[in-house]
């Protein structure tokens, strides 16, 4: 009977311990994110000389500290256009993939950290999410 009480009370002291750890990363982690605002839409490379193929997208950036979010701000020009860039470049094989689209993300989502890196000697950028992935 002692001995459960016992491992009752450890288990508890456990899980209180693990909750104000959690509560600390919590307070500790202060992200904030960036919308594109219109969506970004261009053409990218077709197979088909013909055909002129389009994608657009809307784009989040997760940034470090919702504090970088007005710097992210000023310097989203600068950032859309190497999204595009980015974009235009990529074959419509990878455009139209689900694994080409993770790498496109990640294509962007270093340059964009090279960006920043290079205007405010900071990363700042910590993910780019798309919430909108669309092509023709």
Known sequence: MIKRFFNALVLIGLFTSLQVNADVAIKKDNVGYYGFEPDIITNYVS?????IGFV???????VEDVSYVAIIEHHSPLLRDAIID???RQPEQKIKSMTGREE???????RLKELMEKETGKKLVRDILFTKYLYH
């Open 56 to 62: 657009r997208i809307t784009a989040e950036l997760m």
């Open 86 to 88: 980015v974009l235009l």
């Open 47 to 51: 197979s088909n000389a013909k055909k």
């Open 104 to 110: 496109i993300r990640v294509l962007i989502l270093d």
